[in-house]
């Protein structure tokens, strides 16, 4: 069982930058894709960003070319840079590990990081 633990969420002004990590209990050279995700009061949970164990990234059209996501596998962690906030980027960000393992995918999740972007 991988366990997530992210960090680095916070209040920030608009055009602002911020980096949020996600800490592995676990390796996560076998968990076949990371992400990011983000969930907005009265909002369903969205993707934000997602990274594969090869390195190819995909992103959400709301924040393309302004986030950037990236996963250092020698300490188990995925990061999150967020450049140029805006204030709907508001919103509790998760992150999350999708594995298959065992003839069966897994799904893993963090208990989420408040980021706040006042205008």
């Known amino acids: 069982q991988v366990q997530l633990v992210e960090s680095g969420g916070g209040l920030v002004q608009a055009g602002g930058s911020l980096r949020l990590s996600c800490a592995a209990s676990?390796?996560?050279?076998?968990?076949?894709?990371m992400g990011w995700y983000r969930q907005a009061p009265g909002k369903q949970r969205e993707l934000v960003a997602t990274?594969?164990?090869?390195?190819?990234?995909n992103y959400a059209d709301s924040v393309k070319g302004r986030f950037t996501i990236s996963r250092d596998n020698a300490k188990n962690t995925v990061y999150l840079q967020m450049n140029s906030l805006k204030p709907e980027d508001t919103a509790v960000y998760y992150c999350?590990?999708?594995?298959?393992?065992?003839?069966?995918?897994?799904?893993?999740w963090g208990q989420g990081t408040q980021v706040t972007v006042s205008s």
């Open positions: 676990g390796s996560i050279f076998s968990i076949n894709l």
């Open positions: 990274i594969i164990s090869g390195g190819s990234t």
């Open positions: 999350n590990g999708h594995q298959f393992k065992n003839l069966r995918w897994y799904d893993y």
